[in-house]
């Protein structure tokens, strides 16, 4: 296998767009270690949108933790949504915690732009946000509209059963929170899973003639959620 990548690896750099396309598929089906610097190079500046898709599929195929920081990269910069996501195909095939762990610093650094924090919840979800959690819950709260956006659709994503697990968190959001936003969002949240001891703060919020109409109907939707996963256990 080895004696074919040079060829291949040759294929990378002709003007047929067709023929890179068809070798780099080809390198990253055969694991070719050699070849991850080149389809870096292509994924990082060729012209071509569908090139790059191609590069990044051949990485994600190849595994290697040296593709990691360029995926992030395009994660981040690409201009193309379907490169993005074909980049975060990539990494959740490479499947590091390494990358969960540098977007959820992203996601968490205030100082950095709100739309650098959105593109990090939004790559969580697109790569799968279970190992994020408790950060992307934590997001919910993020001064930026865009950002607590981004993290209700990745949390989206994630099992019923892992957010119940979380139960302590959303309500104390819930109860601490003075953006009426966030107070939404994590009600939406609510009204997919029982969430041990909301019923009190649920119906706290229904009641508060103070409180966004739009939150205090999603608080009697939760609030309905709850009492059913009580009937379904009597």
Not at 79 to 84: G, L, N, P
Not at 100 to 124: G, H, T, V
Not at 180 to 207: C, D, K
Request: no cysteine; proline share 4%; net charge negative.
């Amino acid at each position: 296998v080895q004696e074919a990548n040079v060829p291949l690896i040759n294929v990378l750099q002709y003007a047929d767009a067709e023929a890179r396309a068809l070798a780099a598929l080809v390198l990253g089906e055969i694991g070719s270690q050699e070849a991850i610097e080149p389809l870096i190079l292509v994924l990082r500046e060729s012209d071509s949108s569908g090139l790059r898709r191609v590069a990044a599929v051949a990485l994600g195929e190849i595994g290697s933790q040296e593709a990691i920081e360029p995926l992030i990269d395009v994660l981040f910069q690409a201009s193309d949504s379907r490169v993005q996501t074909f980049a975060a195909d990539a990494l959740r095939q490479i499947g590091s915690e390494e990358v969960i762990n540098f977007l959820i610093l992203k996601l968490q650094d205030l100082d950095l732009p709100p739309d650098e924090r959105s593109a990090a919840a939004e790559a969580l979800r697109l790569i799968g946000p279970e190992g994020a959690i408790s950060p992307l819950i934590d997001a919910l709260q993020d001064p930026n509209s865009g950002v607590r956006d981004a993290a209700f659709r990745a949390l989206g994503k994630v099992s019923v059963e892992s957010i119940a697990r979380f139960h302590d968190k959303l309500i104390n959001i819930l109860n601490v929170s003075e953006d009426s936003g966030t107070r939404g969002l994590v009600m939406i949240v609510m009204q997919r899973t029982h969430v041990p001891g909301a019923t009190n703060t649920l119906v706290e919020g229904i009641n508060n003639p103070t409180e966004d109409i739009y939150n205090r109907y999603f608080a009697i939707n939760s609030l309905t959620t709850q009492r059913r996963h009580l009937q379904n256990l009597a």
